[in-house]
Structures are given as C-alpha cells and as structure tokens.
C-alpha cells in the first residue's frame, strides 16, 4: 500500500512569509504527527492530531499550527517564517496513535528560509 | 517518557551482526521500548518495538534485559544499506501519546 506522502519535498521562503505543508497518510491509519528536524536541535515533536483533533502539542511558538481532515489528511502552517525555521519538516502516520502500533514517516519537507 | 542512552557512533564489518545497545535505566513497567533509523535525508523507519520479551522481525531481533534496563537491536547480516542513525526510544503507553521522543542516535557505520 501506499506510504506516507508529503508535499512539496523542497521549498525555498522568504524570511516574514507563511508557507503551509501538506501530509497524507497511509489508508485507514487516523493519528498524524509532526516532527521538525535540525542539525542543531535533532527531531522535534511538534503536534499529533487524531480524527481532525489536536491531541498532543510540543513545545514550539503558535506561529507553529496544524489541522486534519476528514480524510485524515493534514497541513501544518508556518507563519511569519524566521531563518531558524529552515529544517526538514516531517510527517508520520499510525493507526491510532496508540502506543503497541508502529509510526511511519514521510520524506519529509525540506524547507529553507532566506 | 523514560530517558536512553546510546554510544554515538559504532562500526561494524559488512556481513557481520550488528548489536546496538541502549540503555534506559527509568523505564516504567508499561512503557515499550521502539527502534527507528534514518538513512541521510530520509524520514526515519520504524524497525522493531518490544515491551518485556524479546522480539524479532525480518529486519532485525530486540533483546530486553529480564530488569528492562536496557536493550540491544541486533542486526544478524549488515549490509552497506544499514548505515544509518539508528534511535533508541522508550514510549509510554497513554492513549493518544503518539509522540516520540527522539534523542541523538548512534550513527552506524557499515565498513566494506
């Protein structure tokens, strides 16, 4: 079946802009997390949604916000971007995000900030 | 979540098993222990998760200590494709925790 799909896979912002991520998850799987990864500060969790709710947030700034459909899929928004902000963006998808279920990743989104 | 420990990096002769050892010595009784890796700009790949027994897959075999302190993925042939940060991870069991801690990892290094 089909696996994690994230888009775009690379993308090129201007400091002050917003850029949104999209992420898709394998079939029948509802729990959607996000992940920010670093040179510097390594893979982050930033929040998990579960039947187009937020169930667990990290500890980033509100610039930082997500959604999920119905269709499970899910977007994460980056507003007012900032240089720091340039990092591979990650998804991953479960089945119900319940501890006992594997977590799969996406390629992830690559995002620099200039 | 409980905390681990791992070596940073490790090599290991193609061929040859692999064993990753991590330890997370604050573990609770209900927390699982998870193994993930990630190939250089990839997302990272789930590989094998066990609670008290040890476990194994067709990619690889988890040890868990009796005390569960600690634990060892074992990769019985590596190959070149294995190189790898592979992270060690403890998660607990609440519903709706679908967060994973990550750590740093211990960089794997397949030597031809």
Not at chain 1, 35 to 62: A, C, H, I
Not at chain 2, 13 to 42: D, F, K, M
Not at chain 2, 83 to 99: D, Q
Request: a positive charge; charged letters at 15%; proline letters at 5%.
């Amino acid at each position: 079946k089909a696996g994690v799909t994230q888009t775009p896979r690379y993308l090129i912002k201007t400091r002050g802009q917003q850029v949104t991520l999209s992420c898709s998850p394998i079939s029948g799987h509802r729990s959607v997390s996000w992940y920010q990864q670093t040179p510097g500060q390594g893979l982050q969790f930033l929040f998990e949604y579960f039947s187009e709710t937020q169930r667990n947030k990290g500890n980033f700034p509100g610039r930082f916000s997500g959604r999920q459909f119905s269709n499970s899929r899910s977007e994460m928004n980056v507003s007012t971007l900032e240089l720091g902000d340039s990092a591979l963006y990650l998804c991953a998808s479960s089945l119900e995000g319940r501890v006992g279920t594997e977590a799969f990743f996406g390629q992830g989104t690559r995002l620099t900030v200039v | 979540d409980a905390k681990t420990t791992q070596p940073p990096s490790m090599d290991c002769a193609e061929g040859r098993a692999a064993n990753l050892p991590c330890n997370h010595s604050t573990i609770s009784g209900n927390e699982y222990v998870y193994w993930y890796r990630q190939i250089h700009s990839q997302g990272p790949q789930y590989i094998i998760h066990g609670l008290k027994n040890n476990e194994t897959n067709e990619m690889a075999s988890l040890i868990i200590t009796e005390d569960r302190k600690s634990s060892t993925l074992i990769l019985p042939h590596a190959t070149l494709r294995d190189t790898a940060v592979y992270y060690c991870i403890v998660r607990s069991p609440n519903f709706g925790n679908e967060k994973l801690t990550f750590g740093t990892g211990t960089r794997l290094t397949i030597i031809p």
